[in-house]
């Protein structure tokens, strides 16, 4: 690492890490790797999952079932990961207590999960009349069991984090990603879409078994942690948490209320949700890729703006958002370039339907994970409010542009690109709004020359794709390898990527 210690002379030695520093630096790089891989796993799988359903479930039926997967997760996500990281807090304060500290977080949610869960199960008429879909209410009820379990679920990870058992932790999401893609393509497969949500249900039940036998039920001891303040605590994060997966699924249900509205029949409002999920299970790789990036960046931010070092912060500023924004156009351009080839690849021909939308759906998907990126950094330097406006501004643009424009269009291929498009704006916006912020208040952001030579690469990239022949799957696959190597050669031909860039991958994997 460069950079001079603060009171060193110019004769010291390089100041090497204490033994304790250099053991937690070896813990929290294992960490990173197994929590890394098992995230990657699990996005793999869940993309997967999504692909090998629509093999399986007609386009109507592959639409409803992520209409109500979508809803759920709204609420279910974000109790999950505000739960996991106030377990987590407050067992590493003090790993004595990490007992006292999971029964507290088990009596909490057996209260919250099972509320969320029971509201579920009594509102699904007006959750199924909320997307126009009175026919889904049965399928709100069979996963209203989902937010009890994964609530109790969240309590064990937690504590395996705060505990530092990275592996066990690492374990429960590979475990959990491999059940329920089994459980869900297996139950759609036996019984259709009930089938899909039984499985979903059943994976939740296996994993919270198998993490409570990892982890271990909390025994009975002396001492008593408050419920209360993980309580309080949770408050602090789930609304960040809700708007995030607000911002991440609300387009599906929305465009789902829409269709239902104006469609002929229900059977072709669902076509349409269907048709729009396969859409969004491709354009939210991007997303999906930068998150890796928002791993990195947060404990350096965290630092430097601790210790008030404003130039190493718009460092890290600058560089993270420049490799994030080179990554997500690289994804960008090669899904969008011959978004006809993309679904052929990977969906059945009735899926093509959304073929049109796919290159808008892209853009804005890429501009919410540069979002994702600069929302990390906002949180890791203490800004959680802006975090929040920018989700809000994202949620709110997106669905006002949609409440104008989408009910408007004739339900069929128009209204796939029109909620695209209307969800995308909010996206654009909302990232325009943390660039501008972190800009003013932390001095960093993408170079302007680096936004200039990839947008070049991009067009560049963009222009040959749509001009090489070639069709079907091979041809497909073809196009899109010379999409990506014209992106990386034009980045590299206008000196946007150069040996500096490879020293530091270089250095990368060598730690690593």
Do not use: H
Not at 27 to 53: D, E, H, Y
Not at 75 to 99: H, L, M, P, W, Y
């Amino acid at each position: 690492m460069s950079g001079g210690s603060a009171g060193g002379g110019a004769s010291s030695p390089p100041e090497r890490p204490t033994a304790p520093a250099a053991a937690v630096s070896v813990v929290a790089g294992r960490g990173a790797l197994f929590i890394g891989g098992a995230k990657a796993f699990f996005m793999l799988s869940g993309f997967l999952q999504n692909v090998f359903l629509t093999r399986i479930l007609g386009v109507a039926e592959f639409g409803a079932y992520s209409v109500v997967t979508k809803v759920v997760s709204i609420v279910n996500n974000a109790v999950v990961q505000s739960t996991i990281q106030s377990v987590s807090k407050f067992t590493a304060e003090d790993d004595v207590r990490a007992g006292e500290v999971k029964r507290a977080g088990l009596r909490m949610q057996l209260v919250l999960g099972g509320a969320i869960g029971l509201a579920f199960f009594a509102f699904a008429p007006l959750f199924a009349d909320a997307v126009k879909a009175p026919d889904y209410t049965d399928w709100f009820r069979i996963v209203a069991i989902i937010p009890f379990l994964y609530a109790l679920y969240a309590v064990f990870v937690g504590s395996a984090n705060g505990l530092r058992r990275f592996r066990a932790q690492a374990g429960f999401d590979v475990g959990f990603s491999t059940a329920k893609t089994v459980l869900v393509l297996g139950g759609a497969a036996a019984l259709g879409t009930s089938g899909a949500f039984a499985g979903f249900a059943a994976a939740a039940a296996v994993i919270l078994v198998a993490a409570a036998r990892v982890m271990g039920l909390p025994a009975r001891t002396g001492g008593a942690f408050p419920a209360r303040r993980l309580l309080l605590f949770m408050g602090e994060v789930v609304a960040y948490g809700l708007l995030l997966n607000l911002a991440l699924n609300y387009d599906l249900p929305l465009l789902r209320r829409f269709a239902g509205a104006a469609a002929a029949t229900a059977d072709q409002a669902s076509v349409l949700a269907g048709a729009y999920e396969a859409l969004r299970t491709v354009a939210l790789l991007p997303n999906q890729a930068l998150i890796v990036i928002t791993f990195v960046i947060f404990p350096l931010v965290s630092r430097s703006t601790f210790a008030e070092d404003r130039q190493a912060t718009a460092a890290y500023v600058t560089q993270s958002l420049r490799y994030a924004f080179i990554l997500a156009a690289a994804m960008g351009v090669v899904l969008a370039a011959r978004p006809a080839a993309v679904l052929g690849i990977l969906y059945k021909p009735e899926y093509g339907l959304g073929a049109a939308a796919l290159p808008i759906l892209v853009t804005g998907q890429c501009c919410l994970a540069l979002s994702a990126v600069a929302c990390a950094i906002l949180n890791a330097a203490g800004r959680v409010r802006m975090a929040l406006v920018v989700v809000a501004a994202t949620v709110a643009v997106g669905a006002a542009v949609a409440a104008i424009t989408v009910p408007r269009v004739v339900p069929g291929p128009a209204m796939l690109a029109a909620m695209a498009a209307a969800t995308s704006t909010g996206m654009v916006v909302g990232f325009l709004i943390a660039l501008a912020y972190l800009r003013a208040r932390l001095g960093g952001g993408p170079p302007g020359a680096t936004v200039l030579r990839v947008a070049a690469a991009s067009i560049a990239a963009v222009a040959v794709g749509r001009l090489l022949p070639g069709t079907g799957k091979i041809g497909g696959l073809a196009a899109l390898a010379v999409v990506g190597a014209v992106y990386l050669a034009a980045l590299v031909l206008f000196r946007e990527l150069g040996p500096a860039d490879r020293a530091k991958l270089g250095k990368i994997l060598r730690r690593g």
